[in-house]
């Protein structure tokens, strides 16, 4: 209800101004909302992280306790189970580094091998020994001695030595944080301290259960944590940036290393095992002794050994989910902290609650109070845990008691906590916890503060690949790196992530309004999401708009007098509409500078978003460059990253330019270098290749700010990503969209994922994907994407899917590129029969072609790319042989529904199948396409009814035969399941699944007419699509009141009157009748004009445009008139005139920046247009002045008022005067008001003379305002901006002159790669005569392979199934095995156990890249215009230099 008010009330304030206040207002366009639930399920999913954290270290380090705590020798279980134990202890310790083992030898053998070089490899090796040594002496040796208390905080010793390392290379961002190791290394040895004198006073005290020579233990316990703290010396070393040449060779072959250090480290924690308990231990192991285990000992043993490895693993990577959601505080630092005092807590209220199970019976009690009756020493006995304790050792025989329950009693019994005089000892033992903990906590402090990217890669967070599973809690912290790199330059996480460019590049082909409408309202969404440019966005990234409109222009020729003129056709008519539509959308005013310029390869829009983002619009002239696709991303490529590229690296080189446009972001123009003290300048010069990012998309896509960022993660996380692609989603309406919808929704849950999984994507859809500068720069990739087709092959694949070709050459180059199942993207798919399977024909040999091509090169690309190993070439090469065996497998089962529908025999039912098929692949060859199209529609309509037939014939056969476990059955089941369960887990897209059965009747249209179509048609490389007549079609007349063709005897007249020389007669009436008020008015010049024609009125009449160049002709005298006068003046004053004319222009683009001199007078002869330097005379071309009087629209009466009204609301915002601002928004209308009321109606446009009047009253109104308020500070700089709101409402579209460097930029380009392709006639018979060759010949192949398919098939039919034959059980529902088995045959069988191979393969792949879609999807918390927080704002933009005690000094564009 608020929000029809709110469009009510906005309605009804254009009504007040004109009488057409209607607008479109397309989806999308509204504001983003505050996504309450969302950020509500974003906490939800991070305490729940935390949870599991900690619940899987608590669980991890409690079976580790109780697993030394069972093979202690003073336990009180046999010594077969204490060596039972001490094996699965031992197995423990090996686990984590068999786990590394597996992952570096699947990245050494299937992504990359890079040899070590042997001193870094020895030095690895030595250190990782002794943390061998150290981890088996202690978890082994020593800790089975101690009792179970002792080894919960002994191992917080582990942290010594980075402490040291912390002090000694004051690795602290502060001095005053040295503390925080200092404490450390003071609370860990008060806490041995403490351990030494708890000992003794146990040994003096001769509390029961002490060890002999505990001091010798306590010795080596302390030895053996300083062994183990070297596990995480890089971590000190990488942040102290010492050898840092080391670590960096280090991180080239990491994983080769680690293949060697972790045999190592199993082999040393063998040798210790061995060692220790074969030579040095009281009792050595029996081999025999582990036979005997009983089934007790070998359940609880496992059952601890499962939990530990377990719960240590899911520890540590929902530890890594923690950081990866920006949750480190508190989902991974507080619960990791948590885990030894939780643990602790546990154990004691385990202890406390399950202490009364251990009563003894009666008369093992009786027989204890005799005991200690007799023994006159336990006469002062005063702890009451000592007749607790005394009795557990006659109770360990029962077998009623809770073995693990009884262990951790009797271990807890032999602290001080049973010293028989007196319990204050055992405080020493708590203190030495503390003080342990402690110091894990002062020396890890950093980790509380570190910040991360989302989905920071654990490389980045952590030193070391895996965990200690001894040691979860303390690994996991230690192991956190001090300071995450963030590139190769930047290694401290005080320095922000790096800022990124972000050219979004539309390529149009004929889109119709809605379909533009769509990309322009995502584009404007994207700019109000970034918001204003001046401002550092949390996201990083800065951006421009580029489309490129292929065939925008049409020839209109004269009858009369057959001359022709170029114009934009109702294309480029219906894009600038679009563009004027979404900005009254998204701002309620009319565009405030827009730019037209001529360009060499026809011409270019340029407009200023609303937020000051910059939106350039190329049209391009297929009589002067190429058109298609292909040759646009070619263009675009070249431009931005060739030749703004080169610009950025030689700015010197930069000629002056008078461009009037914003000086961009992205672009280093020449406004921009001449004035470097603008924050806006530097940003562009220190942005890589690495952090340029190319966003493709079509004409027609649909995409939220959200979806971009997320792909933006991607490339800027993984540095040998080369491109991103998201979810695409077909839109529209029929049954074709609904069999895409499906068809698309299973594409991307299995297939893309899966190669996303185990190795890269293979097509990135040029629709919506994201792709690296530097990776299309790359050797053999953008040089070779240029290649002009010759060849019948290259037609095939480089034209018909460029996209897919542009993906290979990046994978070929050792590129990756990567799937992002939460970037959605929305797209229009094809509605009608006939362009789906033209859009397929290009397609589907495409595919095949690049797939092939990347598969004969498949070991040099498995070489360069460490993404894709043999495996992986291998199981492409499964899906091309299942793509190609397709139609015979459609055959044959279209062949089994006639079997199962018709009750025929095998083999009749094959050779029905053949025949349509067979039929329709002869009609492809002898008709024309659309009678092709017509015929495989009227088959794919029977093929439907056949498959629905055969669909509940299937379930009826299922329903008769009582059991679902058949092939056919178990293969419907187990497919529908699977895809169920996968819409599912896609909770947004769940209800695609609906679309499932459309597109099951539809497989024989998708998979075998299209196939035949596709093939036999592979000669025609037209498009395909969207091939309209449209841009061909002769000039509308519009706005002609009049249109008469005569014809008396010889004569032939032609009376046309148009509504423009309607209004010029009307206006000569006027003034004739009214002279007075004539006099005031200007003449006639091309602004005054009536703006309430259609929105195609930029097909103007003839009459007009000659006018028009007449008037323009003596404006041009009268300019020459004032150059003549200034070239009187001298050198340094035409110098200064220029900068001035730069930084106005500047200015005028720019609310918070003041070039202006800061004179504060209150004249404004600054804004006077007489006195600004006159601009240099652009010849226009025929099309330029109807694009410019589209645009004029905005100086009509009606839409200056509102423009107004908003221009000054914008200026002012974030300026703390509303009540200002409201003030100047109604004096200064009612001043427009007054000023033009009984002069121009609401749909005039304002002619120069007037809005030179209209300004300079403005002007006068607004400094009126400013010093009426009587505003403390900034008043004259509130009254700049003021003027600068009401110049930029009045400036006219302004036709501009391409700069000589970029003219001869885009005419060596043109020359060199995007000239007209013009092939003689017999060039093109001969590729046609390739393609039909090329065609035969795949034709030929697949109709080979797939009749050997079918014909095997046939012929196993025909032998019958009880000569070859498999024979499989039949079950009935009641688990009754039927008398009959079922007979399949071989071929059979074994097709469909790799397709079902296939599909689980891929279905767990999915499962895979859900979990982490989810965390990404979890970390991302975008918002508009979501800046930085800067610690102070820079309201002054100039420099101020000098003391500013004695004056201030301002460094303007006049002084540079």
């Known amino acids: ?89 031992m197995c423990v310790l090996v686990m984590p580094n068999f786990l590394m083992f597996l992952k570096s030898l699947w990245k050494c053998v299937f992504k990359s091998y890079v040899a070590p070089k042997p001193k870094i490899l020895g030095i690895m090796c030595g250190i990782e020994s002794l943390v061998a040594v150290g981890t088996a002496v202690l978890v082994l040796v020593v800790m089975p001695q101690l009792d179970i208390l002792t080894n919960l905080s002994i191992p917080g010793g582990i942290c010594i030595l980075s402490s040291l390392l912390q002090i000694a290379f004051r690795l602290q961002t502060s001095k005053w944080m040295i503390i925080y190791p200092i404490c450390s290394l003071i609370l860990v040895l008060s806490g041995y301290t403490l351990l030494g004198i708890d000992y003794y006073v146990r040994e003096s005290t001769h509390t029961i259960g002490q060890i002999e020579d505990c001091y010798v233990y306590v010795g080596i316990a302390i030895f053996a944590s300083v062994l183990v703290s070297l596990n995480w010396w890089e971590n000190p070393f990488q942040a102290s940036t010492n050898i840092q040449e080391m670590l960096k060779e280090l991180d080239s072959f990491r994983d080769s290393v680690y293949l060697f250090t972790s045999l190592l480290r199993i082999a040393v924690t063998l040798g210790v095992y061995f060692l220790y308990f074969c030579l040095i231990a009281d009792n050595p192991i029996d081999w025999d002794a582990f036979t005997k285990a009983s089934q007790g000992t070998i359940e609880i043993g496992l059952g601890l050994f499962f939990l530990q490895a377990f719960c240590s693993a899911a520890c540590h990577w929902f530890g890594v989910v923690a950081c990866k959601i920006h949750a480190v505080r508190y989902g991974f630092a507080l619960p990791v902290s948590l885990i030894g005092p939780v643990t602790l807590i546990l154990g004691i209220t385990l202890f406390l609650t399950q202490a009364e199970y251990l009563v003894p019976p ?39 008691t809770p073995v693990v329950i009884l262990e951790i009693s009797y271990s807890i019994c032999r602290t001080s906590l049973n010293n028989p005089y007196a319990m204050w000892p055992f405080s020493m033992l708590a203190l030495e916890g503390v003080c342990m903990w402690l110091g894990l906590i002062a020396c890890t402090y950093y980790v509380w503060k570190i910040k991360v990217q989302r989905i920071e890669r654990t490389s980045q967070l952590f030193v070391r690949r895996l965990y200690e599973s001894a040691f979860i809690d303390l690994s996991m912290l230690l192991n956190t790196k001090m300071k995450v790199i963030r590139t190769a330059n930047k290694e401290s996480s005080d320095i922000e992530v790096e800022n ?59 009858k009369e007098t057959g001359t022709e003129t170029k114009l934009v056709n109702s294309y480029v008519s219906d894009l600038i509409n679009v563009v004027m539509e979404v900005y009254r959308v998204f701002t309620n005013k009319e565009p405030d500078e827009v730019s037209i310029i001529e360009t060499p390869y026809g011409g270019r829009l340029v407009f200023v978003m609303p937020e000051g983002n ?31 590229g080169y610009n950025v690296k030689n700015p010197q080189k930069i000629t002056r330019q008078n461009n009037p446009c914003r000086a961009s972001l992205i672009s280093l123009d020449s406004e921009t270098y001449l004035l470097p003290s603008h924050d806006n300048d530097s940003k562009r010069k220190h942005i890589s290749d690495d952090n340029t990012y190319i966003m493709a998309l079509d004409g027609d896509t649909d995409f939220q700010p959200g979806a971009l960022i997320l792909l933006v993660d991607r490339l800027r996380m993984y540095d040998t990503v080369g491109a991103a692609c998201g979810r695409i989603h077909p839109t529209g309406m029929g049954p074709m969209v609904w069999y895409q919808k499906f068809e698309y929704a299973v594409g991307h849950w299995l297939q893309k994922t899966a190669e996303h999984v185990f190795g890269s994507v293979l097509c990135s859809p040029g629709c919506f994907s994201l792709f690296r500068g530097s990776a299309l720069m790359d050797d053999n990739v953008l040089k070779r994407y240029t290649t002009k087709a010759t060849r019948a092959s290259e037609y ?71 993404s894709i190993s043999m495996l992986y070439i291998l199981y492409q090469m499964f899906t091309v042989a299942s793509s190609i065996l397709g139609p015979a497998s459609v055959t044959l089962m279209i062949a089994g529904a006639f079997q199962f529908v018709f009750k025929l025999e095998g083999t009749i039912s094959i050779i029905i199948a053949v025949i349509p098929p067979t039929i329709y692949m002869i009609i492809c060859f002898l008709a024309k396409p659309n009678f092709q199209i017509t015929i495989a529609a009227i088959l794919s309509v029977i093929y439907a009814f056949l498959m629905t037939a055969s669909f509940f014939s299937i379930i009826g056969d299922m329903v008769i035969q009582q059991t679902f476990i058949t092939p056919t059955g178990l293969f419907l089941v187990s497919g529908a399941i699977m895809y169920l369960v996968t819409a599912i887990l896609h909770p947004q897209e769940s209800t695609l699944i609906i679309y499932g ?146 930084e106005k222009k500047l200015d005028q683009f720019n609310d918070d920046t003041d070039y202006t001199d800061d004179d504060d007078d209150d004249d404004d002869s600054d804004y006077d247009y007489n006195n600004l330097e006159p601009k240099e005379v652009v010849p226009e071309s025929d099309w330029v002045e109807p694009v410019k009087r589209e645009f004029l629209k905005k100086l009509t009466y009606a839409n200056l008022k509102r423009n107004l009204q908003e221009q000054i609301r914008y200026t002012l915002r974030n300026k703390n005067q509303e009540d200002l601002c409201e003030e100047l928004v109604s004096i200064l209308t009612d001043t427009l008001n007054d000023e033009l009321r009984d002069k121009v109606g609401p749909e005039d446009v304002l002619t120069e003379t007037q809005l030179e009047e209209l300004q300079y009253a403005l002007n006068e109104a607004a400094r009126r305002i400013v010093k009426s308020n009587r505003i403390e500070n900034g008043a004259q700089r509130l009254e700049r901006r003021v003027k600068r709101g009401i110049e930029r409402t009045l400036v006219a579209p302004q036709v501009e002159k391409l700069s000589e460097d970029e003219t001869d930029f885009w005419n060596k380009l043109l020359e060199r790669y995007l000239k007209p392709i013009q092939d003689d006639k017999a060039h093109l018979d001969e590729v046609t005569r390739e393609l039909k060759s090329l065609r035969n010949k795949a034709v030929f192949l697949y109709f080979i392979i797939n009749v050997l398919w079918v014909v095997a098939t046939f012929f196993l039919q025909a032998i019958g199934g009880d000569v070859l034959s498999i024979e499989i059980p039949k079950y009935y529902p009641n688990n009754s095995l039927a008398p009959d088995p079922m007979k399949v045959e071989p071929l059979s069988l074994m097709f469909l156990l790799s397709f079902a191979i296939l599909l689980i393969v891929q279905f767990l792949a999915m499962l895979y890249h859900r979990v982490y879609t989810l965390i990404h999807v979890v970390s991302y918390r975008g918002t508009e215009k979501n800046y930085k927080q800067k610690d102070e704002e820079d309201e002054d933009d100039a420099f101020v230099l000098g003391n500013e005690m004695q004056s201030t000094l301002i460094i303007t564009g006049d002084d540079l």
């Open 796 to 866: 095939v694949q480089y034209d018909q899917g460029e996209d897919r070709w542009l993906c290979t050459l990046l994978l070929q180059q050792g590129w990756r590129v990567e799937y992002n199942a939460a970037s959605d993207a929305y797209t229009n798919s094809p509605q009608e029969f006939k362009e789906f399977y033209n859009q397929r024909r290009r397609w589907g040999p495409s595919t095949l072609a690049n797939t092939l091509d990347l598969l004969h090169s498949g070991r040099e690309t498995v070489k360069r790319n460490t």
């Open 1 to 89: 209800m608020e929000e029809l008010k709110q469009r009510r009330h906005k309605r009804e304030g254009r009504h007040r101004d004109t009488w057409d206040p209607f607008q479109l207002n397309p989806i999308g366009a509204e504001k983003e909302q505050k996504r309450t639930c969302f950020r509500i399920l974003q906490s939800l999913v991070a305490v729940v992280v935390a949870l599991l954290v900690l619940v899987s270290g608590v669980v991890s380090k409690g079976s580790l306790l109780v697993l030394t705590t069972l093979s202690s020798p003073k336990s009180l279980r046999s010594d077969v189970e204490k060596q039972m134990y001490t094996l699965l202890l």
């Open 997 to 1142: 059965l459309m597109y099951f009747i539809c497989i024989p249209s998708g998979y075998l007419l299209l196939t035949i179509y596709s093939l036999v048609n592979m000669h025609i490389v037209s498009w395909g699509t969207r091939e309209t007549s449209k841009g061909k079609e002769q000039k509308k007349q519009v706005g002609v009141v009049c249109n008469r063709d005569c014809k008396m005897c010889c004569w032939d007249v032609k009376i046309q009157v148009t509504q423009e020389t309607e209004n010029l007669l009307l206006q000569q009436m006027q003034q004739a009748v009214n002279p007075t008020q004539a006099a005031k008015a200007e003449p006639i010049e091309p602004l005054a004009q009536s703006a309430n024609e259609e929105p195609s009125h930029l097909d103007a009449n003839k009459h007009i445009l000659d006018y028009d160049q007449e008037m323009s002709h003596k404006k041009d005298k009268s300019k020459e008139n004032l150059n003549k006068d200034n070239k009187e003046k001298d050198t340094d004053s035409e110098r200064s005139g220029s900068s001035k004319s730069t």
């Open 614 to 644: 910059m939106l350039y619009v190329h049209l391009k002239d297929k009589a002067l460059i190429r058109n298609k696709k292909r040759w646009s991303q070619i263009m675009y490529l070249y431009y931005l990253l060739g030749w703004k």
């Open 362 to 400: 009666p008369a093992i009690a009786t027989t204890m109070e005799k005991i200690i009756g007799v023994d006159n020493s336990t006469q002062d006995i005063s702890s009451p845990f000592w007749p607790f304790c005394y009795e557990l050792e006659n109770i360990k025989a029962i077998n009623t």
């Open 500 to 558: 990124c460019v972000i050219y979004l590049c539309a390529t149009m082909w004929h889109e119709t309004y809605d379909e533009m409408l769509k990309i322009l309202t995502s584009m404007f969404r994207l700019d109000r999401y970034r918001g204003d440019p001046k401002e550092e966005h949390t996201d990083v990234f800065d951006f421009e708009c580029h489309i490129y409109v292929d065939d925008a222009f049409m020839i209109e020729k004269d």
